[in-house]
């Protein structure tokens, strides 16, 4: 879990990069619960 540890990142590039995995995560669920549709608004 290197990357995702952020020890030795700046606090607002490992907060970036959260908030980036944050968002893929939850395009992923949502792409599970409605298959159907392509793309969401993480906003």
Avoid: C
């Amino acid at each position: 879990m290197g990357f995702l540890s952020g020890f030795n990142d700046r606090p607002d590039y490992a907060k970036l990069k959260w908030e980036v995995i944050d968002a893929q995560i939850k395009q992923k669920l949502y792409r599970l619960v409605h298959p159907n549709e392509t793309v969401i608004d993480t906003d």
